[in-house]
């Protein structure tokens, strides 16, 4: 098993640009979910997913959307980025709700916004 | 609301001295709570968690927290520290409504010198 895998791992974009993070899990998880981590702030959850074809905003949901056509994706797109968008971006999937079931975060995507 | 504070945001030890890592949480009711592991540059991984079963909380590596209702407090323990635990730690709590997200702390740094 790769676990949860993202790509790209940096990106350096402009202002007003777009771009999809990608986000792949081979553990055949219902749930994932996209958190952004700033200096000082912790992880934010950004957008959640508890299956295919479904998907819901988090706290700081604003200039970024989600689908979920499959299982194992769940790509996260920046419509127009921002510089308040630097940030370490998290995608992590889990097997079910209950707190029997593992957290597994990805790597992370360092993106930056001149 | 549920949330957690994360008391130091650095904590320097020296090898083979005990390590403590403050954590205290808000909560309406009784909380699933955790402790991740972030090394630089890398993703998170669970060291432990607390989902009220027994109160002291064995994980990897040597850590334990330890579940205190009365004080609020789900600190980490670690009796000697090894290089290797130089890292960022983050207590979480896990909502029980709704998608059932978890809330970040801060984060304390760790440092260890030798």
């Known amino acids: 098993n790769a676990g949860v895998t993202q790509t790209p791992k940096f990106q350096v974009l402009k202002t007003g640009q777009s771009m999809t993070l990608q986000c792949a899990q081979d553990?055949?998880?219902?749930?994932m979910s996209w958190y952004r981590q700033d200096p000082g702030m912790g992880l934010r959850l950004i957008h959640y997913s508890v299956g295919a074809g479904i998907t819901d905003q988090g706290e700081v949901p604003n200039g970024y959307n989600v689908s979920r056509s499959t299982t194992e994706d769940f790509p996260l797109r920046l419509l127009s980025a921002a510089p308040s968008q630097t940030s370490v971006y998290f995608c992590?999937?889990?097997?079910?709700?209950?707190?029997?079931?593992?957290?597994?975060f990805g790597p992370g995507t360092r993106l930056t916004v001149t | 609301a549920q949330s957690v504070t994360q008391l130091d945001s650095h904590v320097s030890v020296s090898e083979g001295t005990p390590v403590l890592l403050r954590c205290n949480y808000s909560s309406s009711y009784s909380p699933s709570l955790f402790w991740y592991v972030q090394h630089p540059n890398k993703g998170l991984q669970l060291l432990l968690k607390?989902?009220?079963?027994?109160?002291l909380v064995k994980g990897i590596n040597g850590f334990e927290a330890e579940f205190k209702k009365s004080e609020t407090s789900f600190h980490l323990t670690k009796p000697s520290a090894h290089m290797s635990d130089a890292a960022e730690y983050f207590c979480?709590?896990?909502?029980?409504?709704?998608?059932?997200?978890?809330?970040f702390g801060t984060g304390t740094r760790l440092l260890v010198s030798p």
């Open positions: 607390y989902t009220s079963a027994a109160t």
């Open positions: 553990m055949n998880h219902e749930y």
């Open positions: 992590a999937s889990k097997g079910g709700a209950s707190d029997s079931y593992e957290q597994y």
């Open positions: 979480v709590v896990r909502i029980h409504t709704g998608f059932q997200k978890l809330v």
